[in-house]
Nanobody, 121 residues
Framework: QMELVESGGGSVLAGGSLKLSCTGSGYDFSGCTVAWYRQTPGKDRILISSLGDNGATNYAASILGRFTISRGNAKDAFYLEMNSLTTEDTAVYYC???????????????WGQGTQVTVSS
C-alpha cells in the first residue's frame, strides 16, 4: 500500500501563504482524482478541494478564492497553494489520491500522513 508524502506545512502569520506538496513515489496520478482534506482536533476530517482527471476542480466555501489545487509537471505530484491564510485555516492537512471504484461517498486509495499548518494572528 503506497503512502503519499506531504511537505510544505508549517507556521505562518495571518495573511501569509503556504504551498503544500504531495508526491507518490513515481506513481502516475494523471488518471486519478486527487484531493486535500483537513482536520482540527475533535472534528472529522473534511474534504476541502478536489481535482478530477478531467481537470474539474471543487473547493469548499471556506477556502474558495484563496486556495488552488493543481497537478505538477511530474505525474506523481499535486499541490495545494494557500493564500490569505487565517487562523481558521489552522489544521492538519492530508492529501489523498485515486478513488476506489464506485465509491459513494468518496473513498480514496492512497493517503498522506498529514502535515500541520498553523496560522497565528
Amino acid at each position: 500500500q503506497m503512502e503519499l508524502v506531504e511537505s510544505g506545512g508549517g507556521s505562518v502569520l495571518a495573511g501569509g501563504s503556504l504551498k503544500l506538496s504531495c508526491t507518490g513515489s513515481g506513481y502516475d496520478f494523471s488518471g486519478c482524482t486527487v484531493a486535500w482534506y483537513r482536520q482540527t482536533p475533535g472534528k472529522d476530517r473534511i474534504l476541502i478541494s478536489s481535482l478530477g482527471d478531467n481537470g474539474a476542480t471543487n473547493y469548499a466555501a471556506s477556502i474558495l478564492g484563496r486556495f488552488t489545487i493543481s497537478r505538477g509537471n511530474a505525474k506523481d505530484a499535486f499541490y495545494l497553494e494557500m493564500n490569505s491564510l487565517t487562523t481558521e485555516d489552522t489544521a492538519v492537512y492530508y492529501c489523498a489520491a485515486c478513488l476506489w471504484p464506485n465509491s459513494n461517498p468518496w473513498r480514496f486509495r492512497y493517503w498522506g500522513q498529514g502535515t500541520q499548518v498553523t496560522v497565528s494572528s
